[in-house]
C-alpha cells in the first residue's frame, strides 16, 4: 500500500470543509510535492460544488476554477496532488460514481465520511493505470505530519 | 503559445509543467504538442481523432467549446492553453 502524506492542518481543514457544507458534498484540490514515489500534500485548496442541483451526493468543480488552481499552484512552486471531497452519511468509500469521473491518474482522491454533521472516517485512494481504459483505485495510507 | 500540461500527463510530456509550441490555431498548436511527444495524443484524444470528453482546454481563461471557433480558434505567441481533466464524482 502506497503512502500520502498529509500536513496536520491541511488533515484538518479537508475534514472541516466537509463538515460546514454537511449535508452537501464539499470539495477541493490538494496541493504538494513529489516526495520520492508519494505526494506530500502542504495545501488544501476549497473550490465550489457546482452540483446544485444534487450536492447532498454529487460534486463537480468548475474547470475554469481548476485553470485558476493549477495556475497558483505553478505560482507557488507546487503542483496539483489530487482532490477532496466529503461523502455526507455514507462511507469514505469511493462509489462507481467516483471510479467513473476519476481521471487524475496518478493523484490521489481523498474521501471523508460526515456522519450526522461530524466528520468520521477519512481515507485516501490513489488513481492508478497507465491509461483511462487501465484505471483502478488502490487505497492509501495516510499519514499525518506535524505541522 | 504556452501549453499547461496537468500533473497527470507530465510523464508523458518529457515531465514538463508547460511546453512552448507553434501553431496558428488551437489544432495547430495541440498537432505541435503531440508530435513532440507523440504519447500524449492517446490520452487527449479518442480513436477517431476528437478531445476526450473529459479533457478540457482552456485557452486563458475561456473554455475552447464556447469559443465561436472551437479548436480552430485563432491563437498568438502571447496566449495559454490550459489542458484539465474534468473533476467529479459523488457517494451515490
Redesign the interface.
Known amino acids: 500500500m502506497s503512502t500520502l502524506y498529509v500536513s496536520k492542518a491541511v488533515y484538518d481543514q479537508m475534514r472541516a470543509h466537509g463538515e460546514e457544507t454537511y449535508p452537501q458534498?464539499c470539495?477541493g484540490?490538494m496541493l504538494g510535492r513529489p516526495d520520492g514515489d508519494r505526494w506530500s500534500v502542504v495545501e488544501a485548496v476549497r473550490a465550489g460544488n457546482t452540483?446544485t442541483d444534487?450536492a447532498?451526493?454529487?460534486?463537480?468543480?468548475a474547470?475554469?476554477e481548476?485553470?485558476?488552481i493549477?495556475?497558483s499552484a505553478?505560482e507557488k512552486g507546487l503542483?496539483?496532488?489530487g482532490?477532496y471531497?466529503s461523502?455526507?452519511d455514507?462511507p469514505a468509500q469511493?462509489?462507481p460514481?467516483?471510479f467513473a469521473?476519476?481521471?487524475?491518474?496518478?493523484?490521489s482522491?481523498v474521501i471523508t465520511s460526515v456522519a450526522q454533521g461530524k466528520a468520521t472516517v477519512t481515507n485516501a485512494f490513489l488513481l492508478e493505470g497507465a491509461?483511462?481504459e487501465e484505471k483502478r483505485f488502490e487505497q492509501q495510507a495516510i499519514e499525518i505530519g506535524g505541522q | 503559445m504556452t501549453i499547461f500540461i496537468p500533473t497527470p500527463l507530465r510523464t508523458y510530456a518529457g515531465g514538463k509543467d508547460e511546453v512552448e509550441v507553434a501553431g496558428a490555431t488551437i489544432s495547430e498548436a495541440l498537432d505541435s504538442l503531440t508530435e513532440s511527444h507523440p504519447d500524449l495524443r492517446r490520452h487527449l484524444f479518442t480513436n477517431e481523432g476528437k478531445i476526450r470528453s473529459f479533457v478540457n482546454l482552456y485557452l486563458n481563461d475561456e473554455d475552447v467549446r464556447y469559443l465561436p471557433a472551437k479548436e480552430q480558434s485563432k491563437v498568438s505567441a502571447g496566449d495559454t492553453l490550459s489542458i484539465i481533466p474534468s473533476i467529479a464524482g459523488g457517494a451515490e
Not at chain 1, 447532498?56 to 468543480?61: G, T, V, W
Open positions: 458534498e470539495c484540490a452540483r444534487s447532498h451526493n454529487r460534486y463537480n468543480i474547470p475554469v481548476l485553470v485558476r493549477q495556475r505553478r503542483e496539483i496532488a482532490f471531497h461523502h455526507p455514507h469511493w462509489s460514481t467516483d469521473e476519476a481521471h487524475w491518474l496518478g493523484c482522491y491509461s483511462e
